[in-house]
């Protein structure tokens, strides 16, 4: 534990979600509402089973996104040095505008401005891009809620590895099932955008993590939008550089939660310093597909043990990101629960992005009677029998392992079982403990769960490092220099002219 | 007296402007450099325009850097007539294979109205002015045979001698139309590189080849590495 740095991580939790685009538009307000950027949504929300946005984003053998373990290395599967240079005249797997959609709007004047007529005006849809009218044909969640399921959610590319029988089943009417799945960008820890960048534009900020574009490095090669197999960097046609998600970190610097997570009406996301060890990011991105996700959740520090807390210090990280890091909703949830896991980890980028396991969907069974099962061994049996197959999350969420994402699906269902026997009452104690048991919890572990998941107010959901913005200035000359500058210091240094 | 201006002192103006305007550009509007792709906007016409249409600049680009730089050794190779064949005709494909592209590209951009809201009058200048260099180029390469000699002899000491401030434009003048054309037209080229999208070639990312593959950036001093 050589290299411990911290990093700004996130939770989801998709039982909560209840898809209302909230967060898509208080990104959408604050950064991407500009010439260009209109088709940007820094922010997503997708509704699983679906394509998604772009669509089929996670087809990565069509958009060649995210890294391969070739042998003992790992490559790029769409960029990198001599496939990037080699492609940079016409960048082969890159989406193009059609793959989102084309921006449009309404001509809401047309309304105000129409001389008086026998019809009423229109505001008909035009372009953003062209001005001239079009009739919408997709748009960032035009499958929202399911529609139009035939072309997208029977397109979803999660269902691979279910059979016939059982997607089926999943687009029976009385059976249909859904969830929404809110997305950003991972600030992963071996992000693909920033090594595929030939122009050295994307870094990784060494003391938060966080993942940004240098707009004025970046010179429009736009091998980031092919690496990124989450499709999360965007190219602004209009400037023609890249722009990606920053976690609102003019916000985090100054204390204040990221905007989507601000607005986010059901409560649904977390975020906190998780600490991890960085001379290990090789070895896990590139290691056996199976052992991906369990390794990756290693890398992840125990902040609480004092071993890796003077190896923290010892590595220049301050004693109050430490401190955030102890409080962090993150490793509660990732680590001290293992009830969030990542998404897609077998695209290797090592996302910091986790989502707790919806278990509503998989549950949400009517008995013959039309009602929904209460009984507790009803509930307990539907694990065995989930509406949502579990093959489906898997693929969403482990890489294909079925047995990790059942257990997830377990541990909550214990806190259920746990909070009814608590409050209800009606639930015979012996079946609580066997489920208990089974899943691996303590009561304390379900109360916490209980309380973070559903009553945790701002504080204990963000928990923000202090970002110590007032040391950046070091990184340009020694402090005493600027004294007499108010904090401000000059453009141009004040220097005497010849 | 044209001769004078534009042999003599177009060349200087033409550097003048290259070398002062892409500083002047790359550290003041550091943030307009970029290759100002349109790829997002249309992908399959421009498949078959850019590709061809950039290999074959690059291979013709450095075929006449070459002929600057190392004359004799051009000459040399041409002395066995099967050599100089070989030369002249692969240029030619390159050359052809620029035209074809330049031409797809350009179909391709009057075609798509998207991409109107990309095109700036410069890039229309742009077109006009390497149309004009490729179609005297391939004409030059044709119908005054063999070029890749000639120019060893007759250019070569031309542009060595812009080089050297003192310019040489007794053999330049009488040459062809078409090849004065191409010369004039070239140091026009040159001079407009700053303020068009010829730019993105001087920022081509060779530092890429040596770099790791991530790239982490501390704020505070105190951190290591």
Partial sequence: MKNIRSQISMVFHLDKCIGCHTCSIACKNIWTDRKGAEYMWWNNVETKPGTGYPSKWENQDAYKGGWEKNGDSLELKGAGKLKGLKTLFHNTHMPTMDNYYEPWNYQYSKLLDSPEMDDQPTAEAVSMITGEKMTPKSGPNWD???????????????????????????????????????????????????????????????????????????????????????????????????????????????????????????????????????????????????????????????????????????????????????????WKYVKEWGIALPLHPEFRTLPNLFYVMPL???????????????????????????????????????????????????????????????????????????AMLASGLTPEQADGIYRLTSLARLEERFVIPPAHREEAIEMIEETHIHKGNTGFGFMDRPKRGL | MNGIILFAVLPYIALFSLLLGSIYRYTYSGFQVSSLSSQFLESKQLYFGSRPFHWGIIFIFFGHLTAFLTPRAILAWNKV?????????????FGIMLLTGLVLLIVRRFKTKRLYEVTSKMDVLVYIILLVQVITGLWIAYFFRWGSSWFAMVLTPYVRSVFAFNPDIIAVVQLPLMVRIHIVSAFI???????????????????????PYQLVIWNYKKQRN
């Fill in chain 1, 144 to 330: 929202d809620d399911l529609s139009g399921s035939p072309i997208y959610a029977r397109n979803d590319v999660n269902m691979k590895d279910l059979s016939p029988s059982e997607k089926e089943t999943m687009f029976q009417l009385e059976r249909m099932v859904m969830f929404y799945l809110p997305r950003i960008c991972n600030h992963c820890l071996n992000p693909a955008c920033v090594a595929a960048c030939p122009s050295g534009a994307f870094y990784k900020r060494g003391e938060d993590g966080i993942v940004l574009v240098n707009q004025k490095q970046c010179r429009g090669w736009r091998m980031c939008i092919t690496a990124c197999p989450h499709k999360k960097v965007y190219y602004n046609w209009n400037t023609g550089k890249s722009e990606k998600c920053i976690l609102c970190y003019p916000r985090l610097e100054t204390g204040q939660v990221p905007a989507c997570m601000h607005s986010c009406v059901g409560r649904i996301r977390y975020l906190g310093v998780m600490l991890y060890d960085a001379d290990r990011i090789k070895e896990i991105a590139s290691c056996e597909e199976k052992d991906l996700l369990k390794k990756q959740l290693e890398i992840y520090l125990d902040p609480n043990d004092p071993e890796v807390i003077a190896a923290a210090k010892a590595c220049g990280i301050a004693d109050s990101t430490i401190d955030s890091a102890q409080k962090s909703p993150v």
């Fill in chain 1, 360 to 434: 509503l969907p998989a549950m949400a069974q009517i008995n013959d009677d039309n009602n929904y099962h209460t009984a507790s061994s009803a509930l307990w049996d539907d694990m065995k029998n989930p509406r949502l197959p579990l093959k489906y999350l898997a693929s969403i969420f482990s890489a294909g392992d079925v047995n990790i994402v059942g257990k997830i699906l377990e541990k909550l269902m214990t806190v259920r079982l746990h909070r009814r026997a608590v409050t209800v009452g009606d639930l015979n104690q012996n079946e609580v403990n066997t």
């Fill in chain 2, 81 to 93: 007539p099967l050599r100089l064949y070989i030369l002249e005709i692969t240029a030619f494909a």
């Fill in chain 2, 189 to 211: 080229m040159i001079g407009i590189i700053p303020f068009t999208r010829f730019m993105h070639f001087l920022v081509y990312p060779f530092a890429y080849l040596w770099r």
